[in-house]
């Protein structure tokens, strides 16, 4: 409980520091719902009722609202950051459930940015959320930049992140990063004169493909994201912030925190002297790494509508190569094959005993890597064989929009 005399103190420290001692009809920063709805942060001496205010004067842009910008942007919005702009142009998707807090069911199909700014503005009705339902472009990137006080990368990509840190690094723009996969997370703040994030990846690391590809641990993008919102709320209060310069690397299995010191590289083609900024647009495209190739243009590749086609016209055998543990707990139907079996029957070529010669196979597995490989080791053995391009995971996603 906060009593009379503290919150007596607050009014009368937020009057000096907001209004002036000159100026005392100045018209109050906070309405009263306001400033009991704030009473936790203003009793905090670190905080008080000048780094709410500080707060409530912020304009943060975050872009991506998905595993990371979820409980970002829910803490930012309770923590009344007085404007918030979301930007993300993709729209709800059941698998996002598993992680994305600030989605619900019935959400599925709506644009991300739009959905969150509802959210966000009925957790807190006294701030200002602008939704941009559109990725962030070079073009649309620095006007945005340039009109917020701190800019907060949600994404998972490198080539927004290489854009993101090019716009903060020439307007002068702190900027938090942070990224999650598998078990692992990183997060940074990049301030002006410090490292930079191209210091720290010169280049786009290969073969990091995104959590789409890779998956992750539900929770991990909402201790990471809870981080770059505690970061972002110390920051723009003028708290010391610990993770300047600084990358803090998560370690979510043997629950493992690690801190390692940046350093500026002379050379960094964005913060270096001299700059080279004909260079820096190099990765803006580029893609994260390595993405599942749904490109039907590669000939053993066949669609979910060719699959579904091909598996109803009876004459083509469907085979999953995927482990019997993975079978076991769901399926699509046709033959199991594990993938030890297949590797044996091509070592002791037998698959075409095995296999009627003449059938037409279809392997699938859960992202369309391993059915590929089988479906390499097949045709290598002389049989008419085909991988489902995208694997169960796009089988099950164009189920759900026929
Ligand atoms: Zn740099």
């Given at each position: 409980m906060t009593s009379p005399d503290l919150l007596c103190d607050m009014a009368s420290d937020m009057a000096s520091d907001m209004a002036g001692e000159s100026a005392p009809d100045t018209p109050p920063l906070f309405n009263s719902r306001e400033w009991l709805r704030y009473t936790r942060h203003i009793q905090l001496p670190q905080i008080g009722a000048s780094g709410q205010a500080r707060l409530k004067q912020s304009k943060v842009l975050v872009i991506g609202c998905g595993g990371l910008g979820s409980p970002l942007l829910l803490y930012l919005a309770a923590a009344g950051i007085g404007h918030l702009t979301v930007v993300d142009g993709d729209s709800v998707e059941l698998t996002n459930l598993q992680r994305q807090i600030a989605y619900t069911e019935h959400d599925l199909g709506q644009p991300k940015a739009l959905t969150a700014q509802q959210h966000l503005q009925a957790l807190n009705s006294s701030i200002e959320v602008q939704a941009i339902d559109q990725a962030l472009t070079v073009d649309t990137g620095e006007a945005l930049v340039k009109g917020h006080d701190l800019i907060i990368d949600c994404t998972d990509n490198f080539a927004t992140r290489y854009l993101i840190n090019d716009l903060c690094v020439q307007w002068q723009k702190p900027w938090i990063f942070a990224s999650v996969y598998q078990f692992s997370g990183q997060c940074a703040l990049f301030v002006s004169g410090g490292a930079c994030f191209r210091c720290l990846f010169p280049e786009p690391p290969r073969d990091v493909p995104d959590c789409n590809a890779g998956g992750v641990l539900g929770v991990l993008p909402g201790m990471v994201g809870t981080l770059q919102a505690n970061e972002a709320i110390k920051y723009l209060v003028g708290l010391p912030t610990p993770l300047s310069d600084n990358l803090l690397l998560v370690e979510a299995l043997d629950l493992e925190f690690r801190r390692i010191q940046l350093q500026s590289n002379p050379?960094?083609?964005?913060?270096?002297?001299?700059?080279q900024p004909e260079q820096l647009s190099y990765a803006y495209e580029a893609s994260c790494g390595a993405e599942i190739s749904t490109d039907t243009d590669e000939p053993l590749l066949v669609s979910p509508e060719q699959f579904n086609q091909d598996r109803d016209d009876g004459a083509t055998l469907i085979l999953d190569v995927r482990s019997d543990e993975e079978r076991r707990a769901f399926h699509i139907g046709g033959d199991h094959l594990a993938p030890g079996k297949l590797s044996k029957l091509a070592e002791l070529d037998e698959a075409t005993t095995y296999f009627p010669g003449e059938v037409k196979i279809i392997c699938y597995c859960q992202s369309g890597q391993r059915s590929l490989e089988a479906a390499q080791q097949l045709c290598n053995a002389g049989l008419k064989a085909y991988s489902l391009a995208g694997g169960l995971a796009a089988w099950l996603h164009h189920q759900q929009t026929l």
């Open positions: 050379d960094c083609m964005a913060c270096g002297k001299p700059k």
